[in-house]
């Protein structure tokens, strides 16, 4: 089963991937967690770019394009050899986050990013999605009081409102991928949400 985390930035993706895995260890299943960008030694030097604070110049394609390069190298590498093996694999962010931030943040067209996605992915979706969806303002200034901020968390609120509203829009349009979260609880009543809705998916998966 391929699980993935996306949501707006400081919605706790990061910090309950790992208490998430664990969780299910414990429980017998064979948990590889990754990230994008990154996840693999190319992938990571992508990411590195990506995230530069000096990298202002970078435009909305060029984004989009090297998001896709290193998610090509993840679903080779690492996703779907995980899945080849019967395990779990959970994924802080995947493809989505190209059709919120790139598609609805920047206002590439959707379509165009769809097939630079499919091409990458080579059509691998997530079984589930979880969305830790949070008020953009209360996400942005827990990055800013932890200090890890990047080229990304650095664009315009409104833009990170765009991705909120992209998250919504792409949670109606297949509602059966995915549940949404209260990232707004404290952190562990968001594992408890989690857990619960991994294992109500993983029986009915069998
Ligand atoms: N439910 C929560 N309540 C308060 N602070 C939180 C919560 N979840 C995460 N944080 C804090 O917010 C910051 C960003 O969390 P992180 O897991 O890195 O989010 P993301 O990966 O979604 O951007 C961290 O300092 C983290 O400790
Ligand atoms: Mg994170």
Redesign the pocket.
Known sequence: MFITLE?P????????VPLLAEFLRQRGFDVLTTREPGGTAIGEQIREVLHRLDNTAMHPRTEALLFQSARAQLVEQVIRPHLGRGGVVLS?RYADATLAYQGYGHGLDLAQVGAIIAFATGGLKPDLTLL?DLDVEMGLQ??V??G?WNRLDAYTVEFHRRVREGYHQLVQAEPERWVTID?G???EA?QEALRGVVMQRLNVEG
């Open positions: 949501g930035e400081g919605s706790g993706k990061t910090s309950q802080d830790l827990r990055k009081n932890c890890d990232a609880q404290p952190s968001v």
